[in-house]
């Protein structure tokens, strides 16, 4: 039998070496880049700046709310209706007033005052 492998010179005691199995390790699950790995030392979160104060939501005016009917009436109730049109409050605000105050305040006025009316 001959060897074509460049170590043709050696013994044969080459084939009779015992196999080493191979294990693997599991793989690591990736982190975010700001979490600090197991390896790496742990980061103190120091604060650069104060936190700033949470924002209290200023309580809505009468004026306001009617500003916002009269724009409802007159040009619809969509979001864009109502944008800038109150000063010191969003589009956003404004349709989420008007959609989840007035208008259920409304349709509750509506269908009390049509309980009181006998059918015929």
């Given at each position: ?31 975010p ?6 390896d ?5 979160k ?24 009269d ?50």
């Amino acid at each position: 039998m001959a060897n074509d492998s460049p170590q043709s010179n050696t013994s044969s005691s080459a084939d009779s070496k015992p196999t080493i199995p191979i294990v693997t390790t599991p793989k690591k699950r990736k982190t975010p880049a700001d979490a600090p790995s197991d390896d790496s030392p742990k980061r103190i979160k120091t604060p650069s700046k104060p936190s700033p104060k949470k924002l209290t939501p200023k309580p809505w005016t009468s004026e306001e709310m009617i500003k916002l009917f009269d724009t409802a009436i007159k040009s619809g109730a969509s979001g864009k209706a109502f944008d800038g049109l109150i000063p010191g409050r969003t589009g956003e605000q404004c349709y989420g007033n008007w959609r989840m105050v007035i208008a259920p305040a409304i349709r509750k006025m509506l269908d009390e005052r049509g309980k009181g009316v006998k059918k015929a």
